[in-house]
C-alpha cells in the first residue's frame, strides 16, 4: 500500500458560517477572514441567501480569489480559494477596490 508524502497532506478548510445574513454582509465578513489566513487557504462560506451563488462568484472575479463553486452537503455551502495577490475591496462596500492609500 502506498502512502502519501508528508507534504500532500489534505487540510480542512475554515468554515465561515453565514446563517441568514445577506450576501453583502457574508462578503463583508468573508473580506475580513479572508485578511487572516495564508494564500492557497479554501473557504467554505455557508449561506442561505439567495443571491450568493451570483454575487459570489461575481465578488471572486472582482478580487481574484477563485471561486470553486457550490459545495455538496445538506446546507447550502460555497468555496473559494484565497489568492495571494488579490484585490482589496472597501472595508464597508464589498463591491468596491479599496481606496488608494496616500
Do not use: F, K
Amino acid at each position: 500500500m502506498a502512502t502519501r508524502p508528508a507534504t500532500d497532506r489534505r487540510v480542512r478548510p475554515v468554515v465561515l458560517d453565514g446563517g441568514d445574513r445577506r450576501c453583502v454582509l457574508l462578503l463583508l465578513e468573508l473580506r475580513r477572514l479572508i485578511t487572516t489566513v495564508p494564500a492557497g487557504t479554501v473557504v467554505h462560506l455557508i449561506a442561505n441567501d439567495p443571491a450568493t451563488p451570483l454575487d459570489l462568484p461575481a465578488w471572486c472575479h472582482l478580487t481574484g480569489h477563485t471561486y470553486l463553486g457550490p459545495v455538496p452537503g445538506g446546507q447550502p455551502t460555497y468555496a473559494v480559494r484565497v489568492a495571494g495577490t488579490a484585490v482589496l475591496t472597501d472595508l464597508r462596500s464589498p463591491w468596491r477596490p479599496a481606496p488608494a492609500g496616500p
